[in-house]
């Protein structure tokens, strides 16, 4: 049984930047697929970014792409997400969600292609 463990998240005036880590501890594949989703108050859950292990391919929702990044560091099990430029409406939870799955472009979107999730950190961008 994977686990994650987030952190990273706080409070950044607009225009800053942070960082998330989501480190996974058990049993994991290089099939392994990581996602990052977000809910802000009062909305949905969002699909945010993912990486997927097995070619090392990104994904980004529109609203975030060209502002953050997901990267990996395989020998210490944690996945990154740096998030630049940040803006207001980038405020809400943000989960780390992991599968030992390959998963592909219409499903890597959806959580419920995830089978772990991380415990959510909170990032609050305000002036």
């Known amino acids: 049984q994977v686990q994650l463990a987030e952190s990273g998240g706080g409070f950044v005036q607009p225009g800053g930047s942070l960082r998330l880590s989501c480190t996974a501890s058990?049993?994991?594949?290089?099939?392994?697929?990581v996602g990052w989703f977000r809910q802000a108050p009062g909305k949905e859950r969002e699909f945010v970014s993912a990486?997927?292990?097995?070619?090392?391919?990104?994904f980004f929702a529109d609203s975030v792409k060209g502002r953050f990044t997901i990267s990996r560091d395989d020998a210490k099990n944690t996945v990154y997400l740096q998030m630049n430029s940040l803006k207001p409406d980038d405020t809400a939870v943000y989960y780390c969600a992991f599968t030992n799955s390959r998963l592909i472009l219409t499903t890597l979107r959806n959580g419920a292609y995830y089978d772990t999730w991380g415990q959510g950190t909170q990032v609050t961008v305000s002036s």
């Open positions: 990486l997927r292990r097995s070619d090392l391919s990104t």
């Open positions: 058990g049993r994991t594949y290089r099939s392994y697929t």
